[in-house]
């Protein structure tokens, strides 16, 4: 038996397509801002705003349902519709990523994948639970934070990892956002690795997919014998831009302020025993995405990465204020 076309695609190919289709109706577009407005929406007052039948118009909501887009329940004669978030959200996250890969749009926070939302609100589970040996590392990060703010001094965290490339970069943006939401002002991040080398493009890409705007920020010549990319990422209009390249400890920006520093990497762990300039040192490894590097999960993998740091980044400055 031969293979189908849609087989010769993934899954989520497929799904983007099919969304795709699905909005390529201006009846359907009208009849979903329409739900949006009014968060949920009785068949029947379609009539009236679209000026459609009442047949064309429940054939509408046939498709949009079909496609997982919206979720109708029936109350009395009428069926009720509303937005199905997960699927919606899933939605606004492809379409985010695809368009954003060459042309970055312009907003601050990513509001769209929910396990995020509840991230930015504080909630900071989204499905998944801080294991007991993950909060005591927080808590004691957290203390240290404390610490550093009771004697009025500003709290340095640099988050090292082998290459300065993924994780670290990542831990870099969430626990300053982290520390925005939570209204705490004298925490300053930075990153480094045991070496310097690029910022992974699907960092770039996964922040981007998840909201943040992300502009170059041309590159750095360090010592004259290295070049690196650099990136400016936005998540307040209000506030400055988190920069990121990838550098070695030495040439951290800021060698001179004690810090503490995260480690977030097995490796860089057990083979960087001493930090200079460190004045703590806490282990706080992840797993590394880049084994999905080049495959058919390379973007999942990034995201979700993502979102396991900021999930504890938020739980770390919420311990800070708690």
Same mark, same amino acid.
């Given at each position: 038996? &031969?293979?189908?076309?849609?087989?010769?695609?993934?899954?989520?190919?497929?799904?983007?397509?099919?969304? %795709?289709? =699905?909005?390529?109706?201006? %009846?359907?577009?009208?009849?979903?801002?329409?739900?949006l407005q009014r968060n949920t929406c009785v068949c029947g007052s379609l009539v009236?705003?679209?000026?459609?039948?009442?047949?064309?118009?429940?054939?509408?909501?046939?498709?949009?349902?079909?496609? &997982?887009?919206?979720?109708?329940?029936?109350?009395?004669?009428?069926?009720?519709?509303?937005?199905?978030?997960?699927?919606?959200?899933?939605?606004?996250? =492809?379409?985010?990523?695809?368009?954003?890969?060459?042309?970055? =749009?312009?907003?601050?926070?990513?509001?769209?994948?929910?396990?995020?939302?509840?991230?930015?609100?504080?909630?900071?589970?989204?499905?998944?639970?801080?294991?007991? +040996?993950?909060? +005591?590392?927080?808590?004691?990060?957290?203390?240290?934070?404390?610490?550093?703010?009771?004697?009025?001094?500003?709290? #340095?965290?640099?988050?090292?990892?082998? /290459? /300065?490339?993924?994780?670290?970069?990542?831990?870099?943006?969430?626990?300053?956002?982290?520390?925005?939401?939570?209204?705490?002002?004298?925490? #300053?991040?930075?990153?480094?690795?045991? +070496? &310097?080398?690029?910022?992974?493009?699907?960092?770039?890409?996964?922040?981007?997919?998840? &909201?943040?705007?992300?502009?170059?920020?041309?590159?750095?010549?360090?010592?004259?014998?290295?070049?690196?990319?650099?990136?400016?990422? /936005?998540?307040?209009?209000?506030?400055?831009?988190?920069?990121?390249?990838?550098?070695?400890?030495?040439?951290?920006?800021?060698? %001179?302020?004690?810090?503490?520093?995260?480690?977030?990497?097995?490796?860089?762990?057990?083979?960087?025993?001493? =930090?200079?300039?460190?004045?703590?040192?806490?282990?706080?490894?992840?797993?590394?995405?880049?084994?999905?590097?080049?495959? %058919?999960?390379?973007?999942?993998?990034?995201?979700?990465?993502?979102?396991?740091?900021?999930?504890?980044? /938020?739980?770390?400055?919420?311990?800070v204020i708690g």
């Amino acid at each position: 038996m &031969g293979i189908t076309k849609a087989e010769l695609f993934t899954r989520d190919q497929n799904r983007t397509a099919q969304w %795709a289709k =699905v909005l390529g109706h201006p %009846a359907r577009i009208a009849i979903l801002q329409h739900i949006l407005q009014r968060n949920t929406c009785v068949c029947g007052s379609l009539v009236d705003e679209l000026g459609l039948a009442q047949a064309t118009i429940s054939q509408h909501l046939r498709e949009l349902k079909d496609a &997982g887009l919206i979720t109708g329940t029936v109350e009395g004669t009428s069926v009720c519709y509303c937005i199905e978030p997960k699927n919606w959200a899933k939605a606004q996250a =492809v379409f985010n990523a695809l368009f954003n890969k060459y042309a970055p =749009v312009d907003r601050s926070l990513l509001l769209m994948y929910p396990e995020l939302q509840l991230t930015v609100d504080g909630i900071a589970n989204s499905g998944k639970t801080i294991s007991t +040996e993950r909060a +005591e590392r927080l808590g004691a990060i957290a203390a240290w934070i404390k610490a550093q703010c009771a004697k009025g001094n500003t709290a #340095h965290l640099a988050f090292i990892c082998t /290459n /300065n490339s993924r994780r670290s970069q990542f831990a870099q943006v969430w626990a300053k956002v982290a520390a925005h939401r939570t209204g705490l002002k004298d925490i #300053h991040t930075s990153s480094a690795g045991t +070496e &310097g080398t690029a910022v992974a493009s699907p960092v770039i890409d996964a922040l981007r997919a998840q &909201g943040f705007r992300v502009d170059g920020a041309g590159d750095l010549d360090i010592h004259g014998n290295a070049v690196r990319t650099q990136y400016l990422v /936005n998540y307040d209009d209000e506030e400055p831009p988190v920069l990121l390249f990838s550098k070695s400890i030495s040439d951290r920006d800021d060698t %001179a302020v004690d810090f503490a520093a995260v480690m977030v990497c097995s490796d860089a762990d057990e083979n960087c025993p001493f =930090v200079p300039g460190a004045v703590m040192r806490f282990s706080l490894p992840y797993e590394d995405p880049k084994e999905s590097d080049g495959t %058919a999960d390379e973007a999942r993998t990034y995201q979700e990465r993502s979102l396991d740091i900021a999930r504890e980044m /938020n739980h770390l400055m919420d311990l800070v204020i708690g």
